[in-house]
Nanobody
Framework: QVQLVESGGGLVQAGGSLRLSCAAS????????MGWFRQAPGKEREFVAA????????EYADSLKGRFTISRDYAKNTVYLQMNSLKSDDTAVYYC??????????????WGQGTQVTVSS
């Protein structure tokens, strides 16, 4: 059974940085796409970034390019989301997700429990 456990969220001042981690277990993820999503209060969940585990190909929400970076560590079976120059609009619960589909921004089968990121202005 696939398990995704996020960590690294917290409170940060505007302009600061955070790195979120997603520890994945339960299967081999070499053919999977891993994604990060976020949901702010009163808003729908939105796509942040995705990474194909084997090829390392990445995609980002247009509005976040240049500030957020998704990466992976094979040995640790962990996916990261480095977030820089954080703004108050980045405040949200951030979710890690996994899918057996090729690079996609939708229809992920597996989800973590989420980690809260709060950016103070």
């Amino acid at each position: 059974q696939v398990q995704l456990v996020e960590s690294g969220g917290g409170l940060v001042q505007a302009g600061g940085s955070l790195r979120l981690s997603c520890a994945a277990s339960g299967r081999t993820f070499s053919t999977y796409t891993m994604g990060w999503f976020r949901q702010a209060p009163g808003k729908e969940r939105e796509f942040v970034a995705a990474l194909s585990w084997s090829a390392g190909r990445t995609e980002y929400a247009d509005s976040l390019k240049g500030r957020f970076t998704i990466s992976r560590d094979y040995a640790k079976n962990t996916v990261y989301l480095q977030m820089n120059s954080l703004k108050s609009d980045d405040t949200a619960v951030y979710y890690c997700a996994a899918t057996s589909r090729l690079m996609t921004r939708i229809n992920y089968e597996h989800w973590g429990q989420g980690t809260q990121v709060t950016v103070s202005s």
